[in-house]
T-cell receptor, first 121, second 107 residues
Framework: EVQLVESGGGLVQPGGSLRLSCAASGFTFSNYEMNWVRQAPGKGLEWVSYISSSGTTIYYADSVKGRFTISRDNTKNSLYLQMNSLRAEDTAVYYCAREIDRGRGRWFDPWGQGTLATVSS | DIQMTQSPSSLSASVGDRVTITCRASQSISSYLNWYQQKPGKAPKLLIYGASTLESGVPSRFSGSGSGTDFTLTISSLQPEDFATYYC?????????FGQGTKVEIK
C-alpha cells in the first residue's frame, strides 16, 4: 500500500523552528517528485514547496521563501521540511504529497494524513 | 502566478441532486486541471486529473470537463458521502495553485 506519514508538528513560539518529516512506503520513493502543502485552520489549501526526485530542483511559495527548506533522503525514503523564523500565519496542518507526472499533466496522489504546526506564544 | 477561482464558495443540496462546481483560471492552463475532495479532518483525495480523467476507484457520478480557463466538476446524483469540500488545482506551472474550495452541504 502506498503510504505517506508525516511527523514533527507541535507548538512553537514565534521566531522558533520546527522540522517536519514525511516517511514514504509502498513505492520507489527515489522515482518521485514530492511536495508540501499546508492548510491553516478553517482555510483552503496552499502549496508550500516542491522537490524533484533527485533533490536537485526545488521551488518554494513566496510566503515561505528564505525561511523554509525542503530536502529528502532517498536512502531513508523520507522527505523533510525545515521551518525557521516561524510566524503565527504559518500555523497550519502540513501535508506531504507525491507528485504524479503523466501525459495528462501532474497531480498530487496520495497525500499524508498531515501534521499540525502551531506557532503561538 | 496563476489564480484559480471557484464558484460557488458553498452550496446546499439534497441527496440525488445534480451539483456543478466551476473553476476558472486567470490564464489558459490547457487541460492541466485537477479536482480533489476533502472531508473534515482528513487529507485531500484525488478525484479527477487532466480536467476529465476519473481517478481509479472514484464513482462514475463524478465527472470533469473544460479546457483553457474554464472547468467544471459535476456530481450527477449527490450521495451522502459526497458532502465535503472540493478544490481545483492547476498543474500548468509552479506554484501549483489551488482554488479556494467549494463546500457542499446538506440541504
Amino acid at each position: 500500500e502506498v503510504q505517506l506519514v508525516e511527523s514533527g508538528g507541535g507548538l512553537v513560539q514565534p521566531g522558533g523552528s520546527l522540522r517536519l518529516s514525511c516517511a514514504a512506503s509502498g513505492f520507489t520513493f527515489s522515482n518521485y517528485e514530492m511536495n508540501w502543502v499546508r492548510q491553516a485552520p478553517g482555510k483552503g489549501l496552499e502549496w508550500v514547496s516542491y522537490i524533484s526526485s533527485s533533490g536537485t530542483t526545488i521551488y518554494y511559495a513566496d510566503s515561505v521563501k528564505g525561511r523554509f527548506t525542503i530536502s529528502r533522503d532517498n536512502t531513508k525514503n523520507s522527505l523533510y521540511l525545515q521551518m525557521n523564523s516561524l510566524r503565527a500565519e504559518d500555523t497550519a496542518v502540513y501535508y506531504c504529497a507525491r507528485e504524479i507526472d503523466r501525459g495528462r499533466g501532474r497531480w498530487f496522489d496520495p497525500w499524508g494524513q498531515g501534521t499540525l504546526a502551531t506557532v503561538s506564544s | 502566478d496563476i489564480q484559480m477561482t471557484q464558484s460557488p464558495s458553498s452550496l446546499s443540496a439534497s441527496v440525488g441532486d445534480r451539483v456543478t462546481i466551476t473553476c476558472r483560471a486567470s490564464q489558459s492552463i490547457s487541460s492541466y486541471l485537477n479536482w480533489y475532495q476533502q472531508k473534515p479532518g482528513k487529507a485531500p483525495k484525488l478525484l479527477i486529473y487532466g480536467a476529465s480523467t476519473l481517478e481509479s476507484g472514484v464513482p462514475s457520478r463524478f465527472s470533469g470537463s473544460g479546457s483553457g480557463t474554464d472547468f467544471t466538476l459535476t456530481i450527477s446524483s449527490l450521495q451522502p458521502e459526497d458532502f465535503a469540500t472540493y478544490y481545483c488545482q492547476q498543474s500548468y506551472s509552479t506554484p501549483r495553485t489551488f482554488g479556494q474550495g467549494t463546500k457542499v452541504e446538506i440541504k
